[in-house]
């Protein structure tokens, strides 16, 4: 029996990527970088801040800056902005809500270290429970980060429905019996659910 939706956070509940387009430029400007650079310098780093193998002043070092406190000052410029709450999906935030009326809801997300004061402080208080990567040590789609979420939270696979706008990562939790929706957008989820006859 389900009892629990697990959804991940970029692309699903909250479009990231126009703010976080905002972030690397300014963050560029200060690196006295093109934003093509900057973009692959931070491509071959971030994946080791979404398992808190780095932090943001590594990475910072890492393009040979030695200061942190303006990259800091970008972030919360731009993610403490009204403009941050335009790019939730509404649709599955509604849903969210009402999901949570009968049943556990939580999140699972890859996410660097240094975004979790913003995740804490604009998307925590929609969800029962949630955990990004960096917490848990472990990325998607590595089947132990699910089995992880599992144990944690004291469920059972058949007890889920985990939804995710990356194949991979919806076929490694559908490996562990986990039932699996990819999101492509808000009607298709909808309709998703539906098929389910929750």
């Known amino acids: 029996m389900i009892t629990t939706f697990l959804f991940d956070i970029g692309n699903v509940v909250w479009d990231y990527l126009p703010l976080q387009r905002q972030v690397f430029l300014q963050w560029a400007l200060l ?44 972030l919360d410029q731009i993610y403490n902005s009204p403009q941050f709450e335009n790019y939730f999906h509404r649709p599955v935030v509604n849903l ?25 402080q604009k998307l925590e208080p929609m969800f029962d429970f949630g955990y990004t990567s960096w917490q848990l040590k472990l990325r998607k789609p590595d089947p132990q980060i699910y089995q992880a979420v599992l144990t944690l939270q004291n469920l059972k696979p058949e007890e889920v429905v ?11 939790a559908k490996s562990l019996g986990i039932e699996s929706i990819l999101f492509t957008d808000n009607a298709q989820f909808l309709n998703s659910l539906k098929l389910l006859e929750i």
């Open 96 to 120: 969210i809500s009402n999901l949570r009326s009968s049943f556990r809801v939580g999140y699972l997300s890859n996410a660097e270290n240094y975004y979790y004061p913003y995740i804490h």
């Open 162 to 172: 985990f939804i995710d706008d990356t194949p991979k990562n919806v076929d490694s």
């Open 31 to 74: 690196s006295g970088l093109d934003a093509a650079t900057f973009g692959a310098k931070y491509t071959e780093f971030y994946a080791k801040m979404e398992t808190n193998e780095k932090k943001l002043s590594d990475f910072v070092k890492y393009i040979n800056q030695s200061e942190i406190s303006p990259y800091l000052q970008v």
